[in-house]
Nanobody
Framework: QEEVVESGGGSVQPGGSLRLSCSAS???????MAWWRQRQGKQREQVAI???????DYGDFVKGRFTISSDFAEKTVFLQMNDLRPEDTGHYYC???????????WGLGIEVNVSS
């Protein structure tokens, strides 16, 4: 049975940093890993993505502040978030797209709160 486990998150003051981690279980290979977020009253949006080829992309709203890193062999993805702003507050979800026919996997979400 597949399992996605997230960790990290919490509360931080503006300008602070947090690091999110997420791991998935299973024997299938991964095509891409990503972080999404959902802020109050907003639609879920993709924060960052990395593919098995090493290609990365970021939402314009986090470029230069957030960094995605990964270990595809360990099925683990990280999100280093620096210079956090109040508008970064929300729930962050990791996402896995698998090669083959396995359905996409989502984490349950981690709360990030940026406030003074």
């Amino acid at each position: 049975q597949e399992e996605v486990v997230e960790s990290g998150g919490g509360s931080v003051q503006p300008g602070g940093s947090l690091r999110l981690s997420c791991s998935a279980s299973g024997s299938d290979q991964i095509f891409s890993m990503a972080w999404w977020r959902q802020r109050q009253g907003k639609q879920r949006e993709q924060v960052a993505i990395v593919t098995y080829r090493g290609n990365m992309d970021y939402g314009d709203f986090v470029k230069g502040r957030f960094t995605i890193s990964s270990d595809f062999a360990e099925k683990t993805v990280f999100l280093q978030m620096n210079d956090l702003r109040p508008e970064d507050t929300g729930h962050y979800y990791c996402f896995f797209r698998w090669m083959g026919s396995r359905d996409d996997s989502w984490g349950l979400g981690i709360e990030v709160n940026v406030s003074s």
